[in-house]
Structures are given as C-alpha cells and as structure tokens.
C-alpha cells in the first residue's frame, strides 16, 4: 500500500478502532493517541483498545484516558465487524498478545502501520516505512498530508514516540527528517525536558530498589565487549516495582566504553524469559532476534527465549553474541 493510498483509505472510513502489540511502549501508545485524535478530528469514530495497559509512564498525555486495554476490563466493542482495525507498531499478529485471539478475528477489515521490517509477509494490507525511526513519525506524516493541526496533547504523544524509540534521538533510524519532526513539535509546544523527565527522570523508591537488584547481576565478559542483566520475578516482588520500572535498565552497559552489546533477560513468567538487545555502532542485533521469531531494529531488538534452565540460556545468548561480534553475522 501506497502513502497515497493509506491517506484515501482513513478518508474514505468512518469507525476505527486501533490497537498495538502487546506490552505496549512509548512509540505504540504515542502512535496510537496521535492517529486517534487525528481521525477524530476528521470527524471519525474511533476507539483504542489493546491487550494489555500501558505503563502511567508513557500515559501522561492522554488526559481524556482515550487508551483502554482487556487487562483493565475493557470490553470488545460490539460493532468491530464492522470498525476498520488499524495495527500500529507491529505488523505480525503473534506480537499482540489475547489481541491476536480476542480482537483481530473480530473485525470486519485489517490495516497495519508499522516501521519495522517485517519477518514475514504481513497477514493483512499494510503500509510499512522502514526507514522512519518511529511509528509516531508515520502518524506525524500522516497529520501533514491530512492537514489536521497538532494540538499540544497530540504533539506530547509523537515526540515521546520518537523519544522513546531513538533512544533520545541516537539509534541508527534517527534521520534529519526526524530532527525536522522533533523541531515542528518543540513549535507545537513541547517542552523537551518534560518529556524526557516523564521517561527517564521520574523514579520512584521501588524502581530505584528494583535498579539495585539488577544491577548487582551485571556481568561483563568476552574481553568485556558484552554485557548482560537479569531481572526476576523474585526481584518485581521484593521491590514492589513493575516490570516496566526497568524499561532502560538495558541501557546503561553500553555507557562503558568497551561494551558493544547489552544483554536483558527479563523474567515473565516462571521459568520463561524475554531477552532484549542493544548494540552499538554497525553491529545488527536484529538478526539474532529473527531467529527467534522476534524483531526490532539493527540497535534494538527483542524477542521470547526458548525455555530452557537459565544457565543454558545465558550460555547460548552469550555464544550467539561472540559468534555477531567475531563474524558480523
């Protein structure tokens, strides 16, 4: 699907409803949001509905609570099949959690709007701009070329999302178009440092109790150019934090100068963990993250572990970096 296209089919539409993957973040909630206000705006129906509830951190902007979930008790709206359903942020089903079950079969017609190269032809019509380092940068494209004005609440939404998913405008994607972006958003009245503080400068006790916990399962190996953190059930229950609290706990490895890699595995059920990567420079962590049925971006990527004892696990994630530092594969 053409831009062109994608613009005629929210034209020629009237009831929407959105929905993300599942655990959704700042570039899938701002996404969200801003495409909602703007279809309202066109004077459209629209409801946001996805699996599970954002974190209060990538909230603060939606002042209306226009962002519902399953997980808070929202029900499935009895007239989806007959709703245009628009997936941000994902363009593979298995990524959205009891949506893939609850929500999607339900609907009387599919689009997807994503920026991430898909791992497989995409189940339904898409528009997809790999080179754009958010869905939120989609969306921002998409006010343009409808002409619909961005208000102050929607301008918050889109600069988290590009925000959240640079990595504060330093991830590989991060384009002079995306500066312009950022630039028009400051003119709509963000206010940069309020964003950032919302996102990373805002911890609470427990999440500060939870940072102690794993940081003291930090480990350095392979001459130091890896690094890898665990986060436990365990860990979420004796702080009291959530497990959003540690969304850039990841991050903080590659400020050593000789880390190139940073490994998380975060525990999300017993017995069962997600690995996260990070990387720097050229080096494609997406790739290992493609085998396992994950994705992301050449910087940043994730996916869920096969299960197996966690010693085995470290094991073969630890193998499968040297091999991606020594070979480039």
Known sequence: MTFDELLMLLRSNDNFLLVSHADPDGDALGSEYALCQILRSLGKKVT??????G????????????????????????????????????????????????????????????HHEALRPPPAP?????????????VFELAQALKVKIELPMAKALFMGLVFDTGSFIYSKTSARTFEIAKDLVLAGVKPKEIHAQL????????????????????????????YQILTQVMLQESGAEADDAVNFID?????????????????????YRCSLRSKDNINV??????????GHQNAAGFACPVMPLEKLKEMLI???????????
């Open 48 to 53: 946001i509905l996805n699996a599970d509830r």
């Open 55 to 114: 974190s209060h951190r990538y909230l603060f902007f939606d002042e209306e609570k226009l962002i519902t979930s399953l997980e808070e008790g929202t029900k499935v709206p009895p007239d989806l099949n007959r709703k245009i359903l628009v997936l941000l942020d994902t363009s593979d089903y298995q990524h959205t959690g009891l949506a893939r079950s609850e929500i999607i079969p339900l609907a009387g017609q599919v689009l997807i709007i994503d």
């Open 126 to 138: 898409f528009y997809i701009d790999n080179t754009a380092a958010a869905t939120c940068q989609i």
């Open 200 to 227: 990373y400068e805002t911890i609470e006790p427990q999440r500060m109790k939870l940072l102690a916990k794993v940081q003291s399962t930090l480990t350095l190996t392979y001459q130091d150019r890896i690094a």
């Open 252 to 272: 903080y490895p590659l400020k050593c100068q000789t880390v190139l890699v940073s490994l998380f595995l975060k525990e999300v059920a017993p017995g069962q």
């Open 286 to 295: 997406a790739n290992i993250a493609l085998k396992y049925g994950g994705g």
């Open 319 to 329: 193998r499968l970096l040297e091999d991606l530092l020594s070979t480039g594969r």
